[in-house]
């Protein structure tokens, strides 16, 4: 049963502190996306890589967010400093470029700045 | 203007009765997709349903269903003989255009109550 797995499940940190945060897209997907949930914004995409190429990270802080793909089976987000707003859970999907390209989500990472 | 509107602010209903969630979009792109996502209180996000523009047929998968209305820019989810365990949040959300462009924009989603 593919699955998109995220590290770590939770993430406490207190604030000034590097979080980085590790996807495995399902074997086989080439696009990866990373979004972002909280109560009052929702589901926000921050970035997508196809074949591990950077399309789209116009919804990222870029001054603090950094996202990379260093192989086809890791997908990194790192945070760095943390603040307190960057609370939220961090979820990590996968494709294939194809009509449908449906996305199928991680579990996520709930992290919590301090 | 909002691209995915989910109005309803939360649902009931009873077990083993259909409900109908709502979902509206806004797009001028003549090509694009239109998905369901369902969000239990575990949190991951599960897919559910896909229907693209140009599909002539309603899509369903087992107890979903999707009551496509393209002139009316609907997409509602229909969930039939509703079960305890379809109590979550459901995600309306479309992905515009074709090529490059894989985005989804998420609508706000909306709780289901499935009551015993």
């Known amino acids: 049963d593919a699955r998109v797995t995220q590290t770590p499940r939770d993430k406490v940190t207190e604030m000034g502190q590097e979080v980085t945060m590790r996807c495995q897209p399902i074997l086989g997907h080439n696009t990866v996306f990373w979004y972002r949930q909280t109560m009052m914004q929702g589901l926000e995409l921050l970035a997508y890589?196809?074949?591990?190429?950077?399309?789209?990270d116009s919804g990222m802080p870029k001054d603090r967010f950094s996202a990379e793909m260093p192989d086809a089976t890791l997908a990194t987000l790192k945070i760095q400093p943390s603040e307190p707003r960057d609370s939220a859970v961090y979820f990590c999907a996968s494709g294939l470029k194809s009509p449908q390209e449906t996305q199928y989500f991680g579990p996520g990472t709930r992290l919590l700045v301090l | 203007a909002q691209k995915i509107t989910q109005t309803q602010p939360g649902m009931f209903v009873q077990e083993k009765e259909a409900v109908t969630l709502d979902c509206t979009y806004d797009?001028?792109?003549?090509?694009?997709?239109l998905f369901w996502y369902k969000q239990p209180s575990s949190g991951e996000m599960i897919f559910l349903i896909y229907q693209g523009s140009y599909d002539q047929q309603n899509a369903t998968e087992g107890r979903y269903s999707l009551n496509f209305q393209k002139a009316r820019k609907s997409a509602n989810l229909v969930i039939s003989a509703s079960q305890l365990g379809d109590s979550a949040m459901y995600f309306c959300?479309?992905?515009?255009?074709?090529?490059?462009?894989?985005?989804?924009?998420f609508g706000k989603g909306i709780t289901l109550s499935v009551r015993p």
């Open positions: 797009t001028s792109d003549p090509s694009y997709g």
């Open positions: 890589f196809r074949n591990r190429a950077p399309l789209d």
């Open positions: 959300a479309m992905r515009e255009g074709t090529g490059a462009n894989s985005k989804l924009t």
